[in-house]
């Protein structure tokens, strides 16, 4: 039987890259599934491929920024399948900047998305799990939040803040039966990522990616989705206010060749 049959389960940022990888994952292992995201367009494409696989999905156009949207969002998962049992709060952004030179525009955007947004849906995504006697959340941060970078100081504040709140919330509701972890990718090829490398085609803008990985190469979107499963599945049932790198060996330390 498949590890999710029956279940609920909500990612946000699901429209492309891990998000994407992620709830087709969800709905391979049975689970029905709402995807959430910004753009029309791309959510509505990205649901097509799921339904093309075999999925039971929908989309919810959502701005996790926006505590209307994010409550409207959960209060349609449920009015639609009745339950929510697992979240994967994945939407996020970057922004490139040295302190004194990044724009307060940049700034605000990084943290409103990255950890606003993240605080939000386990706000209304608690309490509808609390209702239906627990569930799983799985945050996405990043190997920025285990680390620095020069110029990431937006995007690896609110990555170390995502690991802050996650603490927090799965001590709260540990006893409630709702456990609280986060994933924290490296390099990963996403179409968020390549963006960074303009003028490199995919396949070159990988291995530059994979440069600073010790396994020598970036991760696929789908070596994310597994860890995400496992940590809202049964079998990590004892695992809680974890963090876990995804990151081919970066957080290990340095490589003695680099």
């Known amino acids: 039987m498949a590890r999710f049959t029956d279940k609920v389960a909500l990612v946000t940022g699901g429209n492309s890259g891990i998000g994407l990888a992620a709830a087709l994952a969800f709905a391979r292992e049975g689970a029905r599934v709402a995807i959430a995201a ?3 367009e791309t959510g509505n494409e990205a649901l097509a491929t799921i339904k093309a696989a075999g999925g039971k999905a929908i989309f919810v156009q959502t701005d996790v920024t926006r505590a209307a949207d994010v409550e409207a969002m959960v209060e349609t998962v449920v009015s639609t399948w009745g339950r929510l049992d697992y979240a994967f709060n994945n939407a996020g952004r970057s922004a490139y900047g040295t302190t004194a030179d990044l724009p307060e525009e940049d700034w605000d955007d990084v943290i409103e998305v990255n950890l606003k947004g993240v605080w939000l849906c386990m706000k209304y995504e608690i309490r509808r799990m609390l209702e239906s006697g627990g569930g799983a959340i799985v945050n996405c941060s990043s190997v920025s939040g285990l680390d620095g970078w ?16 996650t603490k927090c919330a799965a001590l709260e509701y540990v006893t409630q039966g709702i456990r609280i972890n986060a994933v924290c990718p490296g390099n990963v090829v996403t179409p968020m990522t390549l963006g960074g490398y303009a003028g490199l085609a995919p396949e070159a803008a990988a291995l530059e990616m994979g440069k600073t990985h010790p396994i020598r190469r970036a991760a696929q979107p789908e070596e994310v989705a597994e860890p995400v499963l496992f940590l809202c599945s049964d079998a990590a049932s004892d695992i809680t206010g974890a963090f876990l790198p995804i990151d081919g060996g970066v957080s290990a330390g340095m490589r003695g060749d680099v």
């Open 38 to 40: 910004r753009r029309a």
């Open 150 to 165: 020069e110029g990431g100081g937006a995007y690896v504040a609110s990555k170390h803040a995502v690991h802050g709140l």
